[in-house]
Each structure stands twice: as structure tokens, then as C-alpha cells.
């Protein structure tokens, strides 16, 4: 029978883990018949299990939902009902096919259907695709692949990846089932050499050697990702350089860029500002950093200990991208009022006795008294001071962190602990870093401030112009040099948002940089 004549319909699964021996089950099946039209059923779980709290973010399937789950021998039923006699394809059918035996074995019977395997033919079509997972391989093929979370989307990603697999086929003049089952047994899998991009490879060797943005675009006009470069022929093409221990991310999303749109600048400044600016009017779904997604900028009260969104005369204090950088501090405020220690005072449970013993060393050691500590704003001022003494102000290295943070990033990267037994030594060292991690976020905040209107002139120690380059920011916005005035000051951040927290972060953060390397930088704060 014709590869295009064949019965079939496009399967997928989702489970609570990744084998079944190991305790995992099927959370939810999705079939699309020949003709595109998608079921999908939750799957009631045995004894009512819960779906790891892992499971859930992956999956975007929660416990709430399962509400309305299925037994699996009546979704199972429904079909075997529906495609009786049809081939069954799935793309990567290794991880499903444990799954549907074991599910059968609890049924007494073995899983009805004949699989095709897509992942399996595109390896021997495409062995140096540099991926062949669902996303890349659908994205590859111009399907557009924004959210292949659930299993009704990975179905219609199924047929769309068969369509074309079968197109490649008959190109070879692989033209039944019988030919290709006899193909499939004589053609080995052929071993990677160097890969193969579906982006015209003198477009990235033309590109100039110069300062700018970049856009990788997919083959239905998607921006995948926007960076920026201080030369643009460099940056992209590293990309595509080196075969080893490659970042499995962004190889699915190469093998989905077939163009490129660049915007050539003056600097690596303007292009860092520029950059900002394009990922949040486009959102690209592969940059992770500088996205707005539910970020705001929050502001707090004199005393610290309330937030609102909006810079206003009761809640002046910020901006900051998110309040959490102060919550251990404000949480240790809260223990020294009410006399009272809690396991909560830092982002992981840690044993109140243990954080109490902790506090009175760093109290003695540092001969503090301990009731300056009933103000958080004692304690910004003390990590200040600190700052000052080991000259941390203008560690950009931390300006970097603060501006392309996420809010996990922020909470886990520095401050999470490893999995030992904590003493009270590790205890005073903890509330230290955090006093000064506050002080030295609340320095910033000032900076950010004070640049929302200014001149700058910069001259980076490797530039070879005789003139130095000019910013003018009004309001927190870049603006034309000419007639700057006409773009209204705004007073402080009222009406501001995270766009303009993040413009103001990467330009504190690219003067430093200048200054770093021996540049020369001028502020004129107006």
C-alpha cells in the first residue's frame, strides 16, 4: 500500500516519569486521526496518585485537572474502536512503547497496533540534523512550534513531521509500507560527521564585522531569538562552530533558523540597549533573559516593610525587579519584633533554633547589638558600609546578574546552599552575604535612578574614533540627539514599567564595562 494511502492516525503520551518500571504511569493520550481532527484524555492515575510538582511544570497538566481523568482501558478502548486496522505513529516511539506495554500487560493483551516511528526515519533521512527531537525536527520542517507541552500538540506535530518525512521519501522512491519496512531493516543509522543547518551558510559569513543586534528567524517568520554582538560576523557564527558537548537548547532551536535579520550599530552599548528593547516587543520564545513575561518593577515604603507596583510618595524606595532579593532580611526584622525565630527566614526551610544560634555569633563577631536589626533600614545601611569597605559598588559582574535575572535564577544561583548539615558559622556567613546582597541592590536602585535623565559621553578604550559617543535619556528612553529637550522628563518612575528597569540596567551595566576596560565614561545627571 502507498505511504500516502496508508490507514493511520498520530499518538501521543504524557507520564508522571520517564519509565514505568520505575514507578511512573500514563497521565494523558492524544491521537489525530488522517483527517487533523485531536482527542486527548487525561488519564485517571493509580490510587489517585498526585503528579509531581516536576511533571506539572513540564506537562502544564495539575492536579486540579485530573478532576475529570479517565480510566485507561476506556480511553484504550475508544482507540482501538476508532482505528482498527490503522498504523499507529509516533514520533520517538522508544519512550512510548514501554508505557503502552506495560498499560496492555495490566490488560492481559499486547498494544494493537503496528508503531511507525518518525524519529526513527528522519535519523537515516537526516543523520546531521543537529537534533531530531519533536520541536526541532517540526520546526525544521516550517510547523510552527511555540508550545508543545500537551500531548494533542505533539499529534499535530506528528503529522506534520510524517508529511514531510514521506515527501522526503518518495524522493528516493521509498513509495509503499512494504519498501519502507524493508528500508528501515537495510539502512543503518547513519553516525553524525559535522552538522548540517537549514540557515544558508554565506548568509552568517557575510555578516559584517561590526556591532549590532541579530534575529534568527524560523522558515514561517518566527523570531526565535534576539542577541546582540559586538561583531556581528563573530558572534553568529560561533553559533555553528564545534560538535562536542553542545547546548541541547540551542541546537533544537538552530535546526529550526533558516534566516537572519540584523541591525548594524554604533556600539556594543547601542546594540546591548537595542537588544533590550527587541526582546520585549517581540518575545522570542528561546531567549530567556530581559523577557518582561510577569515582571514588575516594586517599590517599597520608608520602612520596608510594604511594597506597591507604582512609585508613589508613601512607597518611594526602589526600583527593583522583584521585592524577594529583600525577604530574607525583612523576614529577620520580623523574628527580632516578635521575638520569635521561624525555619523560614531564608529561601530554603532551615531550622529556627539553628537560624537563632546563627544570628547571636554574626552579632558577636561583628559586635553588633542586636536591636539594629529591628529595622531593615539599619540593615541596608550597614550592607552599604560593607560594600564600601571591599569596594563591591561597581562589581559588574552583579550588575550583569541584576540585569538579565529571572526571579529563580535570583533566589538559586548564589544564595541556595548545598545539601549539607548547616552550622551556626554557615549561619552568621548566610545573613552577612544577604545583608550585603541587599545593601548592594539598594545602591543600584539609586543608580538606576539617577540616570533616568542624563548626558553620557563614552569613548570605549578600544574604539578607534576621535569623538566620543553620546547618549541622551529622557524619561528613561534613548533619544535622537537632536532636540532632546522636546521628550518630557518624567518625574522619578511614575508611569515607568520593567522595560524601562531593564533599558536603565544594561545601560548602568555597559558603562561599567567601558570604565572596567579603561574607557573613558561622563555622566551628566540633569
Not at 528500508?183 to 564585522?209: A, F, G, I, M, Q
Not at 558577636?364 to 560594600?387: H, Q, Y
Not at 548602568?508 to 572596567?516: A, F, N
Request: charged share 30%.
Amino acid at each position: 500500500m502507498k505511504l500516502t494511502e496508508l490507514p493511520l492516525f498520530f499518538f501521543d503520551l504524557q507520564t508522571t516519569g520517564a519509565k514505568p518500571e520505575s514507578g511512573a504511569a500514563i497521565l494523558e493520550v492524544a491521537w489525530t486521526s488522517a483527517d487533523g481532527s485531536t482527542e486527548a484524555s487525561l488519564i485517571k492515575l493509580p490510587n489517585d496518585e498526585k503528579i509531581p510538582y516536576r511533571i506539572q511544570m513540564i506537562t502544564g497538566i495539575f492536579n486540579d485537572d485530573m478532576e475529570g481523568a479517565i480510566p485507561a482501558d476506556a480511553v484504550f478502548s475508544a482507540l482501538e474502536e476508532k482505528f482498527a486496522n490503522h498504523h499507529c505513529v509516533i514520533h520517538f516511539a522508544q519512550f512510548e512503547k514501554p508505557f503502552l506495554t506495560h498499560q496492555y500487560a495490566q490488560f492481559g493483551k499486547e498494544f494493537p497496533f503496528e508503531i511507525i516511528c518518525t524519529h526513527e526515519i528522519a535519523k537515516r533521512l537526516f543523520p546531521n540534523l543537529p537534533t531530531r527531537g519533536i520541536k526541532g525536527l517540526a520546526g525544521y520542517f516550517g510547523y510552527p512550534t511555540q508550545d508543545l507541552k500537551r500531548a494533542a500538540q505533539q499529534t499535530a506535530a506528528t503529522q506534520a513531521i510524517w508529511t514531510s518525512l514521506v515527501a522526503e521519501l518518495l524522493k528516493i522512491d521509498i513509495e509503499t509500507w512494504e519498501q519502507l519496512q524493508e528500508w528501515l531493516k537495510v539502512t543503518p543509522k547513519v553516525k553524525k560527521t559535522k552538522y548540517e543547518y537549514p540557515l544558508n551558510k554565506d548568509k552568517r559569513l557575510t555578516l559584517p564585522d561590526q556591532p549590532g543586534v541579530y534575529r534568527m528567524i524560523s522558515k514561517w517568520d518566527e523570531i526565535l531569538y534576539v542577541g546582540k554582538a559586538t561583531s556581528l560576523k563573530d558572534r553568529v557564527n560561533s553559533y555553528f562552530r564545534g560538535q562536542k558537548n553542545r547546548d541541547s537548547r540551542k541546537l533544537e532551536m538552530l535546526t529550526q533558523v533558516y534566516d537572519l535579520r540584523v541591525t548594524v550599530c554604533g556600539s556594543p552599548l547601542e546594540a546591548a540597549l537595542l537588544e533590550t528593547d527587541e526582546i520585549k516587543k517581540w518575545d522570542p520564545r528561546y531567549n530567556i533573559s530581559l523577557k518582561a513575561g510577569h515582571r514588575n518593577v516594586v517599590f517599597f515604603n520608608r520602612e520596608m516593610t510594604e511594597i506597591d507596583f507604582e512609585q508613589n510618595e508613601e512607597f518611594n524606595i526602589g526600583p527593583f525587579s522583584s521585592s524577594l532579593v529583600f525577604d530574607s532580611i525583612r523576614n529577620l526584622r520580623e523574628c527580632l519584633v516578635n521575638g520569635k525565630f521561624h525555619d523560614n527566614v531564608f529561601y530554603e526551610p532551615i531550622d529556627a533554633a539553628l537560624v537563632e544560634e546563627g544570628f547571636k555569633l554574626f552579632c558577636e563577631r561583628n559586635s553588633f547589638d542586636p536591636e539594629i536589626f529591628k529595622s531593615v533600614r539599619s540593615m541596608l545601611a550597614l550592607g552599604l558600609w560593607w560594600n564600601r569597605q571591599y569596594d563591591l559598588l561597581d562589581d559588574e559582574e552583579e550588575h550583569e546578574n541584576e540585569a538579565t535575572e529571572t526571579t529563580d535564577q535570583e533566589l538559586s544561583a548564589d544564595e541556595v546552599d548545598e545539601l549539607i548539615e548547616l552550622t551556626a558559622v554557615d549561619i552568621a556567613d548566610k545573613i552577612e552575604r544577604h545583608i550585603m546582597r541587599a545593601g548592594r541592590t539598594y545602591a543600584r536602585a539609586k543608580a538606576l535612578t539617577k540616570i533616568l535623565n542624563a548626558d553620557i559621553s563614552y569613548m570605549p578604550a578600544t574604539s578607534e574614533q576621535e569623538i566620543p559617543y553620546q547618549v541622551k535619556v529622557r524619561g528613561g528612553y534613548i533619544v535622537p540627539e537632536a532636540k532632546p529637550d522636546r521628550i518630557p522628563k518624567i518625574s522619578l518612575w511614575n508611569g515607568l514599567n520593567i522595560d524601562t528597569y531593564d533599558r536603565m540596567s544594561v545601560l548602568l551595566m555597559e558603562l561599567g564595562k567601558i570604565r572596567t576596560q579603561e574607557g573613558e565614561v561622563e555622566i551628566h545627571y540633569r
